[in-house]
């Protein structure tokens, strides 16, 4: 266990350690121990930082001046080939030392529209690299179906990179963390019962190697040995908090190689996990948890002396559902930042720019019970959600036109600073009336055939998406009883199914509630229709549990202790296509607050020239949002989130259809704001 910035206690990845309910105000004893913690916290890694600092000296003799923190940009590198190097405790790029000065962005989680925006502010910050992370369940969402196009054109976010005066490091995975459902991984991999991830399971490895036949090619060309901007790659992440198999790392290490790759490789790990995650002949880097003078030592010992890079410099943590928001103070951050600069580290910002989960990406974190992150991944980053300034933001270019410069050559006062883009505006559009509804029990007749089976069968394992089972969203489970009683899930709802009698709402089975009572209705004779609708709310990101997450129903539902059988069960993905063209237009007017499941649509009008806003479902009670198709991601009024961010690219001149699949009360008036609301 540890602590955020804020002082709250975490768990891995700087998850909060428990689903906390609202509570009140801490008093002014328990701010000041939180405080007291927080400080023995940073005097811990200090003492570490001091005692790297030392050693760094002692082995280089070199100054720790203005000299030593020279940061140099694509353009001022003649010969970008000689690539970055490590020589003694210092980078060189095209054989001048330098320090990376990086921020983490992730294209995915972006409009591309808006990737030159955000990548201008974070060169105007003062970076000279951007951190992206691949994620392979976005880009082969089936087997053997790869898409890099739009929002996934990796390709075109490294050259624009390059445009901007940007250095890449580049994590292709295969897993990459990142609070993603599955950690990146695609859930198709779990069709196999007896796989093992992570891992040199032939299972695992065999469409390791078909992906990385796709994606690698498309990277080759744009490494620095090949005038591109990619300076580095990342080997998996984190891999030392997982290491279930000593051979897997070399295995990626071999892959990348074989491939094409010929740019610094590394590894991320925490301080505790440097160990496990160490691959021979591939420089070590940190993130900033649970280092102590041991992790330099051990640092000392893989690779001699060598430069010190903060992989993941973590500003906060990502937010779930039913929990406090995530804080942090900018001092303390600040201060680490000053530190490190100080002690001549490179750094990595993780996150810059955090973005949002949109449609079903995120997560969730193996907590106590189960914490799945919320829509917006804002993550306490420089930029905000939509990529507006924060005051850190301004705090922190500051401090980086103090501490550095882009050559040996110029002052600061003779450095050429880049422009910095302006906010972009927002709007309050007009309140839209959701006019129609339509309820799920009525549109299941339209939908696609559903799958008949004796018994429950988990999204992975339904042949549907040409053989690669259903990924995300819901799954609907009908099977016929002639008795009420108890009905006992016994953990195998994945992770929380709404509970119905014919269309009557029983309750809800979740991984807190595994029983619910079945009424029995005098009223009805012979058998009644049990649905369960499950909702898939995000896999395990990380954890070695990643191999058991299956959705849906994952084993039996008992029933007065005996199996339910006899099984019809939809698939309820809601892609674009389901909400574009497989919906019926059955369309009934909304007059009297019709209850969920159901969908309801409204038209919002826009002018001209559409503007990014946020939608505020006040009175709604949980469900999704698509607009024109594109899936928002993720409404819930448990909070902390109160406002879905909608893009103004993703809107056009004149009518916009808004579809709200609410799974319970619905409030028939769809809102606006232009300030995003995401909790206090």
Known sequence: MQLSRSGQQTGPRGA???????QKPKTAAQNSAFRMQTLLVRLVALLGLMSRLLETSALTGAPWGRASRVFLSPSQVKDRRLGLKVKDSNFTLGGFPSLILAGTIHYFRVPKEYWRDRLLKLKACGFNTVTTHV??????????????????????????????????????????????????LPSWLLRDPKMKLRTTYKGFTKAVNHYFDELIPRIVSLQVQEDGPIIAVQLENEYGSYHMDKKYMPYVKKALVTRGVKTLLMTADTGQDL???????VLATLHLRSINKATYETLSSFQGPSPVLMTVYTASAPDGWGALRHSLDPHLVMRDARE???FRFSLNFYMFHGGTNFGFMGGSAPLHNYLSTVTSYDYGALLTEDGDYTPEYVTFQELFRSVTVPSHNLSPNEVHRPPQPESRPRVVYKPVAATYYMSLWDALPYLDEPTLSAKPVSMEKLSVNQGSGQSSGYILYETAISSGGLLTSRGHVQDRGQVFLDNL????????????????RSDYEGSQMLRILVENQGRLAYGPDINKERKGLTGDIYLNKSPLRKFKIYSLEMKPKFIQRDLPNIWKP????????AF?????????HPRDTFIKMQDWTKGVIFINGQNL?????IGPQETLYLPGPWLQPGANEIVVFEEWKSALVIQFTDSPQLGY
Request: charged share 15%.
């Open 16 to 22: 909060p350690a428990r689903v906390q309910a609202p």
């Open 135 to 184: 994620p392979w369940n976005l880009h082969e969402p089936r087997r053997g179906q790869f898409q890099f196009t739009g929002n996934l054109d990796l390709a075109v976010f490294i050259s624009m990179a390059l445009e901007v005066d940007l250095w890449v490091i580049l994590c292709p995975g295969p897993y990459i963390g990142s609070d993603l459902d599955l950690g990146g």
């Open 275 to 281: 160990t496990g995650g160490h691959v021979k002949n």
């Open 340 to 342: 490190m600069l100080a």
């Open 505 to 520: 709402y029983i309750g809800v089975l979740d991984h807190a509630s595994t029983e619910l009572t079945i009424p029995r």
């Open 590 to 597: 909304a007059l009297f607050q019709p209850r969920g499941p």
């Open 600 to 608: 309801f649509l409204g038209l919002l009008r826009v002018g001209d």
């Open 633 to 637: 991601g993720r409404y819930w009024n």
